[in-house]
């Protein structure tokens, strides 16, 4: 019993000190009755949940903070993106290879292995479109497939270029992190819309006759072009942040910030990791305000313990 | 404030209806209700609290120690108890309109 006691009390190292100290004897001794009631296994799943949820109240990812809540309408938005990500690399990049001249197929038709990884994608949103309600487990499928794929891929294949693989995952992030709250089937499309006009906005935001935009193919000279065109993009991304920030609609615009987040980081991780390649001085500035951003919204989702007068007021012993 | 209800949800709200309950207590109220269908895991449980309590459809009234043990009760707030009539009522609803259409096909009479 002791042991078990021991046990449930290291759980709430989880929590933030705030809440174990509100709610962390309350917790503890419902983990002790659930022991005491049930079968070992079942008692475990109990301390997993425990544990799990420690963690997403430390890192505010509950559905009641501005965090939790931007992640929440980022998340199917996240997803659709990838979708049609996946979708342009695959007409702009993979189908050119099959009858170019200058590139030889690796897998099957393809350079790489990367339109296997487009179709998860794809088929991804079709689930999601139809059971909204598994998008954690969708997104999860996804970017562990898009992971091991790369990796086996790195031995086998030619593997598809890293830093397009690494915006792929990063678009699934919203919906594995977010808080599990229900979602409703006519949330899908809104959503899916919105994922849509993002893409839309930031592949024509820096189109041009010379170049058919923002995600030119990463086996060509795309690469260059989304550190090279990243900086409208920020100012586009930003501007828009700012727009919802002032509106009042924050979860928007953290929802904004992190749907963002792989273009803001890209745009200087990849020139930084390539000696001859400059980074754009706005492009810093963008990551620098990106940061702040994304530090305000963490901070504010912190925990924070309920005010004393709400506690006082419902305490059983003043009747 | 909650527009749409899953069912894990609606059996903690339907198990605080009958009165105030703490955490284990309303975990057995769930299986209860559901006939062992649902059971809800200890962090799920303070899961559900915490976005029903920042809802304002529960609250804590107050708390007490047995055996050693801190127990906090909650019970629905007059905007739970509204919230809880109008899903039981929608639920009751599309049940009825189930059933009479069951008449016509089955043994449902």
């Known amino acids: 019993m002791t042991h078990n006691l021991d046990r449930s009390r290291n759980l709430l190292r989880f929590y933030p000190k705030a809440y174990r100290e509100e709610r962390g004897e309350e917790i503890v001794a419902t983990l002790q009755d659930a022991a005491e009631a049930r079968v070992p296994r079942a008692s475990l799943s109990d301390q997993i949940s425990v544990a799990l949820y420690g963690v997403r109240v430390r890192l505010g990812l509950t559905s009641e903070t501005m965090f939790g809540k931007s992640l929440d309408i980022a998340a199917i938005p996240g997803l659709v993106m990838g979708a049609f990500f996946g979708m342009y690399l695959l007409i702009s990049g993979d189908l050119p290879v099959v009858n170019s001249k200058f590139f030889y197929p690796d897998f099957g038709p393809f350079l790489t292995v990367g339109p296997l990884f487009y179709l998860v994608w794809i088929l991804g949103v079709v689930v999601v479109f139809e059971w909204p309600q598994s998008r954690r487990r969708v997104a999860g499928v996804c970017m562990t497939l898009t992971i091991v794929g790369e990796l086996l891929a790195k031995l086998v294949h030619r593997n598809p270029n890293i830093w397009e693989i690494a915006i792929l995952v990063s678009l699934g992030l919203p919906s594995l992190l977010a808080p599990d709250v229900y979602v409703s089937r006519r949330r899908v499309l809104p959503s899916a819309c919105v994922g849509l006009a993002t893409f839309a906005t930031l592949f024509f935001v820096s189109g041009s006759s010379v170049n058919p935009g923002f995600f030119n193919s990463f086996y060509w000279s795309g690469t260059y072009e989304i550190a090279r065109r990243q900086p409208y993009v920020d100012v586009v991304l930003l501007a828009l942040f700012a727009l919802l920030w002032i509106t009042k609609r924050r979860e928007a615009a953290g929802a904004t910030l992190i749907l963002a987040s792989p273009w803001i980081i890209v745009g200087v991780a990849y020139p930084v990791s390539l000696k001859y390649l400059s980074v754009d001085a706005l492009n810093v500035v963008a990551l620098i305000a990106w940061a702040a951003g994304m530090t305000l919204i963490v901070t504010t989702s912190r925990y924070r313990p309920r005010p004393p007068a709400s506690i006082e007021l419902s305490a059983l012993n003043t009747g | ?109």
């Open chain 2, 1 to 109: 404030m909650i527009k749409e209800m899953r069912e894990p949800t609606f059996l903690v709200l339907a198990t605080l209806a009958e009165g105030k309950r703490h955490g284990y207590a309303i975990i057995q109220g769930v299986a209860a209700l559901s006939e062992g269908e649902v059971v809800i895991r200890a962090g799920t449980l303070y899961a559900m609290l915490d976005r029903l309590t920042f809802d304002g459809v529960i609250e804590s009234v107050g708390e007490e120690i047995v055996d050693g043990r801190l127990r906090r009760y909650y019970e629905l707030t007059s905007e739970g108890t509204t919230l809880l009539g109008e899903e039981s009522k929608r639920r009751v609803k599309v049940s009825n309109i189930a059933l009479r259409r069951l008449r016509f096909v089955g043994d449902f009479a």
